[in-house]
């Protein structure tokens, strides 16, 4: 939390999670995380629940490979309903796009600070393969207006 000057204080942090989750809860959102991360994300979320002194209302932590498997399964494509994937299958397929796409996102305020890891890279890693994916199988050329809102990570803001 230290370095940046718009860094937030754990209770503030919460302040924003419970306002989020609160939202989330009453409109039903889950929050997706890799399946690597799954249990440090609860984890985190239940150690500033408990540091703050605030219930934590991110109560639907989901994986993302689940979703992916219940895309496919919902896909209406002969060749996809043919074959069979399972988390591992997923977990692979994400592990080497991401190694594929590692370049082209670079976080660098955590690399600035020498941080090893940065869990919005592989948020739009995946957002940047599934939109590549889903335009070429429609056949339509991929352009930044395909994109989640055009965001790259020098555009998400620290204050949130």
């Given at each position: 939390m230290e370095g940046h000057p718009k860094s937030k204080t754990p209770r503030e942090i919460m302040e924003i999670l419970q306002k989020i989750g609160k939202n989330s809860v009453l409109n039903a959102i889950p929050v997706y995380v890799s399946s690597n991360e799954f249990d440090v994300v609860s984890k985190s979320l239940n150690y500033l629940s408990k540091l703050t002194g605030m219930?934590?209302?991110?109560?639907?932590?989901?994986?993302?490979?689940?979703?992916?498997?219940?895309?496919?399964?919902?896909?209406?494509?002969?060749?996809?309903?043919q074959c069979s994937f399972n988390e591992r299958d997923v977990q692979a397929i994400l592990d080497s796009v991401n190694y594929t796409y590692n370049e082209q996102f670079r976080c660098d305020y955590h690399y600035d600070l020498n941080c090893i890891y940065c869990s919005m890279r592989p948020c739009l890693i995946y957002v940047n393969f599934l939109a590549d994916h889903i335009t070429s199988f429609f056949g339509i050329a991929n352009t930044k207006n395909h994109m989640a809102v055009g965001i790259v990570l020098k555009d998400i803001p620290f204050d949130i």
């Open positions: 219930k934590n209302y991110f109560n639907r932590i989901l994986c993302f490979e689940d979703l992916i498997i219940d895309c496919l399964a919902s896909c209406k494509n002969e060749e996809l309903n």
